[in-house]
């Protein structure tokens, strides 16, 4: 044997992600982030690099994995796969013993699931759940070893099609990381989502723009029928919201009444939750205030500001917002809910606001990761003056008064 011994595997804890302990010769141990600790032979067969199962520690001792290295070793120098060999018979153990079971990726996801319900946090664990049921609705059926990366990219295309950006990539992200579990437990011997990549086949999030409304008057037109919209009261106070506050539509959703600091004035968004990973402070207007104070006997019990209607342990679905938009008279082409943010930056330009406040407070990411660590406080004093006038822009523009710019 090579570089491992029993008192450094024991040792060895697990961490967020899986990793290896190698041993020399291609064998390592695959430490998961549930605490498993199992044993991995990579080798090369017909110039192809091959990884073997070859049980979990302490089942399999370091003394008789030596044993299994040799004799695979032994088959590989013969021209024999060990791996195919092992999947072969496996295959055909479960063709006798259960002919009609089939390991499909809903399955496997599910299993995966109820494993990160015990790592994460619930809020975490809703999103996995909402992007996991994205993924099942289109793969589901299938068998785990069946999937292939086609399969995957088809599945984010579909969804991307529906102009569900970023479900898109967060669903392709859920798929990758549901068969990095399923490669973990030897369900199957590789990832297929490594296979592609989404640039592959995707266009970039930065070369896309969200439609939105740029002309003042048809942005009074736009609060005018925020304010009489007869869908439910707490998809009309998440519209006002995303207007006052416009911030990406995931946050939005995702809003915790524990964030809201209303002595303060202040919705405080932590780093998890924004694309920068960096707390991100949002100053709240007196009329932002006055909604928050209208949505609390609707939601106020509960965890989220804007619940989804089946359940108040998730978000408000991501459509929600646009089909309120489209509800209302708008088109995918005239305005979105990303959109507030573009109407916003437009018309905070033109009345001539400092581009430095108006990026800090979009959260536009830094590429200086100290710089980011420090964000949610750049400018904040200014940032408190430009979003109270801006929702005093809004009113105006609501009554239909004559634009005024007035001085940042």
């Known amino acids: 044997m090579g570089k491992l011994n029993d008192l450094a595997i024991r040792k060895a804890e697990p961490r967020d992600k899986p990793y290896k302990m190698a041993d020399g010769g291609g064998l390592h141990l695959l430490v998961t982030p ?20 070859l049980g979990r520690y302490p089942d399999v001792p370091l003394a008789r994995v030596g044993e299994l290295v040799a004799v695979a070793r032994r088959k590989i120098a013969d021209g024999i796969d ?19 079971e089939v390991v499909t990726f809903a399955k496997v996801a599910e299993a995966w699931a109820a494993e990160m319900t015990t790592q994460k946090h619930t809020r975490t664990i809703a999103r996995l759940d909402s992007f996991r049921e994205y993924a099942t609705a289109k793969l589901g059926h299938l068998a785990i070893n069946q999937v292939k990366a086609y399969d995957i990219m088809q599945m984010v295309k579909d969804i991307n099609a529906t102009g569900k950006y970023e479900t898109a990539r967060r669903t392709f992200s859920t798929v ?19 296979d592609v990549k989404l640039a592959d086949f995707l266009q970039s999030v930065e070369t896309r723009h969200f439609a939105c409304l740029k002309d003042p008057k048809a942005i009074g037109g736009l609060m005018r029928a925020i304010d009489e919209y007869e869908g439910s009261p707490i998809t009309r106070l998440a519209l006002k919201l995303g207007a006052l506050t416009f911030v990406r539509p995931g946050e939005l959703r995702h809003a915790e009444w524990s964030e809201i600091r209303e002595d303060a004035a202040e919705w405080r968004i932590p780093a998890e939750k924004m694309k920068a990973k960096a707390l991100h402070i ?20 509960g965890l989220y500001l804007f619940p989804s209607e089946r359940s108040d342990k998730r978000a408000m679905s991501d459509n929600t917002i646009n089909a309120a938009l489209r509800r209302m008279g708008y088109t995918r082409e005239e305005m979105t809910g990303h959109g507030f943010r573009g109407m916003a930056s437009t018309r905070l330009h033109e009345l001539g606001y400092s581009h430095q406040v108006i990026e800090a407070q979009l959260a536009h990411a830094e590429r200086d990761e100290v710089a980011a660590a420090y964000n949610h406080a750049l400018y ?29």
Do not use: C
Not at 34 to 53: C, F, H, N, T
Not at 176 to 194: C, K, T
Not at 386 to 391: F, I, P
């Open 34 to 53: 549930a605490g498993g600790k199992l044993w991995r032979l990579k080798y090369r067969i017909d110039g192809r690099e091959k990884l073997l199962s």
């Open 82 to 100: 060990p791996a195919a060999e092992k999947a072969e018979a496996k295959a055909k153990r479960a063709e006798i013993e259960h002919p009609l």
């Open 176 to 194: 990758g990381r549901i068969f990095r579990y399923a490669v973990a437990h030897d369900l199957v011997e590789r990832n297929p989502a490594s």
């Open 282 to 301: 949002v100053p709240l207007s007196r009329q932002a205030l006055v909604a928050i104070e209208e949505l609390r006997p609707l939601t106020g019990g």
């Open 380 to 408: 904040l004093d200014d940032r408190r003056k430009l979003m109270q006038a801006w929702a005093d822009q809004l009113d105006e523009l609501r009554k239909g008064a004559k634009v005024i710019q007035f001085a940042a």
